[in-house]
């Protein structure tokens, strides 16, 4: 029953990332106050930040962060799931000259034994330890759909700190659409050795 249940999950997942890496996501671009969004995230994600044994600080400013966004993804899951309890995370919006800054940092509860380029072509953490619930493909959907919004992505290690920067370009009134890009062949090997 659990193979089969991860197997539905990366199948959902191999989906998704297809989706974004083509861009062949349907994104519902609107106005969206960046700080309003994540004190939101802080709010709906409260018991599941508690149950995890992190103690979350949230650092949000007061004044609205507009951008024009799909303001319905966020990483907050993936600490919860993967950060070591006992630890403190970190979420702060910062704002730019021409937009706003994400950066999520946390302690690994395992240890981090691959480079920040690996990461993003497969779920690492995922793939070594096959009886996790993860897909293996979390950040690569979190890349290419931070990408499809113009945004960038960039991940950090050093020893089991992990930390993630997203950057966003201040509010259009038009996002043009994104040529494709090639899904990476780990997203391809990943599926055949679960099937």
């Known amino acids: 029953d659990k193979k089969s249940q991860r197997l539905k999950r990366l199948i959902e997942d191999l989906f998704e990332v297809s989706k974004a ?9 609107a106005e969206v106050d960046l700080a309003a969004l994540l004190k939101q995230v802080q ?37 919860t799931k993967y950060g070591m309890p006992g630890t403190r995370a ?5 704002p730019q000259e021409h937009g706003a800054q994400v950066v999520f940092k946390n302690i690994s509860a395992t ?6 380029e690996e990461i993003t072509d497969r779920f690492v953490r995922g793939d070594r330890s096959r009886n996790t619930e993860g897909s293996g493909l979390g ?6 759909l931070t990408v499809l919004q113009h945004g960038s992505f960039n991940i950090y290690l050093d ?17 043009k659409p994104m040529p494709p ?7 391809q090997e990943e599926a055949q050795q679960d099937a």
Do not use: C
């Open 159 to 175: 020893g089991d700190l992990f930390k993630v920067t997203i950057t966003f370009d201040e509010a259009v009134k038009e996002k």
């Open 90 to 94: 970190y979420i702060t919006l910062m």
């Open 181 to 187: 890009m090639i899904v990476p062949e780990a997203v």
């Open 43 to 79: 709010y709906e994600l409260a018991d599941k930040t508690e149950a995890s044994g992190i103690d979350f600080r949230w650092q949000l400013p007061e004044e609205r962060m507009p951008l024009v966004l799909d303001g319905q993804k966020n990483l907050v899951v993936n600490i």
């Open 111 to 116: 240890e981090l034994d691959f480079s920040a």
């Open 21 to 29: 890496a083509t861009r062949n996501v349907a994104m519902h671009y």
């Open 139 to 144: 950040l690569s959907i979190a890349k290419n």
